[in-house]
């Protein structure tokens, strides 16, 4: 009997808030609640942005990267580098500086007409005999050429039948 009315107490006790009258506001009031517990999921779910902006990259779809054709300006200098322009010199006198007096030049002089110089390293076989030509008054047959070991370049100026390399020699001075 107490034991039961105890029973029947805890029984109405747990059973009276949903036996209750329905008050006036408690819908609007339920509606809040549910609004203000949706509002705070939401927020606990919104990620916070990055200080660094992640960017996508750009979808591709050919294999090749072609270059994007740019304006290429020609160089436009307010003053010359340079004081003048260096002139080139391409006269005999630049070609031909100056004659061999070695044993095996001597030897090439006398046995088979034929001039040996030293000349500059940039010059070829026609300016060579041009410049011969121009300095000695002689016509030359063939040039043969070949570079040193210290640099220089040595040319073999084999002259024509008409001109004797002794006597040519003998003139410019080298015997």
């Not at 294999?63 to 304006?71: E, K």
């Not at 070695?102 to 006398?110: G, N, V």
């Not at 060579?128 to 040595?154: Q, S, W």
Request: aromatic share 4%; proline share 5%; with cysteine.
């Amino acid at each position: 009997s107490k034991a039961t009315v105890s029973v029947l107490n805890c029984i109405s006790a747990f059973l009276a808030p949903l036996t209750m009258p329905a008050a006036k506001n408690t819908g609007k009031a339920t509606a809040n609640k549910v609004k203000a517990s949706s509002t705070k999921k939401v927020k606990k779910n919104v990620v916070k942005a990055k200080a660094v902006a992640v960017h996508k990259r750009k979808e591709r779809f050919i294999v090749q990267f072609h270059r994007p054709y740019t304006l290429r300006t020609k160089p436009d200098p307010k003053c010359p580098h340079r004081a003048h322009p260096a002139v080139k010199k391409n006269d005999a006198y630049s070609v031909i500086k100056y004659p061999l007096t070695t044993e095996s030049a001597m030897k090439k002089i006398e046995d088979t007409d034929t001039l040996v110089f030293i000349v500059d390293t940039r010059a070829n076989k026609i300016q060579i005999k041009d410049a011969v030509k121009k300095l000695y008054d002689l016509k030359a047959v063939k040039v043969n050429t070949l570079i040193r070991p210290d640099g220089k370049k040595k040319a073999m100026v084999r002259l024509d039948a008409s001109h004797d390399a002794l006597d040519v020699a003998n003139k410019i001075g080298i015997l």
